[in-house]
């Protein structure tokens, strides 16, 4: 018997990342494919290499794409860290007419709702109700949050204003990288970043995903919060999977 398959890409500020996923396992179903986001990251130049991605596994079916950007009816309205071009862009018409798709057959939606509606599924918050965050740790700082199970999309949680300054630009992971801190210097710039969400949301449970979800022991028992906090389960493929799931339920 056949497992149910779809295929998502997860574009992001450095990688663009995709492959056929195992919707009911929620889990990539092949090796994924990763190649560096175009310099400058214009539609076109980013089309081309979903496209890359998806001719390489021969798929032929419905695709789910993910951008760093509010999506709202396909279009995306804002741009963080992508090119400035995106804003306005039809994405989900760029998409459809580069892979050869209808425009129903592409879903596109933001980065860190993928990765939530991934984690909601079938990881870390899988069976939570209440009100539950997600948190991707990357380039910036992406969010999602979940009411009871269901998807409160385009929230920006990463762009809050933590002590008069954008909280991405304070503890993102790539700031964590670029001014070399250990995770034991890096945790303390969290803790402040979730104290200020907390200022104003009473959260269930805090799921934190991105590339350091994988070394989440190293640096989330350091944090000093009121909500509870866990490694995302899926890790670094939640956006993947996400976008692969929302495609073949046909929404976002």
Known sequence: MGTARGFGVDIG????????????????????MRIPTPQ??????????????????SWTGPVGIT??????DGTALTAANIDKGWIGTDAQELFAERLGRRREDVVVLNDADAAGIAEMRTGAGAGHRGLVVVLTFGTGIGSAMF??????????????????????????????????LTYPEWAPRVTRYIQALEQFLWPDLIIAGGGVSKKGHKWIPLLETRTPVVAAALRNDAGIV??????????A
Not at 242 to 251: D, E, F, K
């Open 67 to 72: 951008l760093p950007c509010v999506i709202k």
């Open 147 to 180: 009411m009871d199970g269901k998807l409160v999309p385009n929230t920006e949680f990463g762009h809050i204003e933590v002590d008069g300054h954008d909280a991405e630009t304070q503890a993102a992971a790539s700031v964590k990288d670029n001014l070399e």
């Open 40 to 57: 400058p990251s214009t539609p076109s130049a980013v089309a081309d290499a979903v496209a890359e991605i998806v001719e390489k596994f």
């Open 13 to 32: 500020g450095s990688g663009i990342k995709g492959c056929p996923v195992d919707i009911e396992g929620g889990v990539l179903a092949e090796e994924r």
């Open 242 to 251: 996400g976008a692969a799931t929302a495609a073949t339920s046909g929404n």
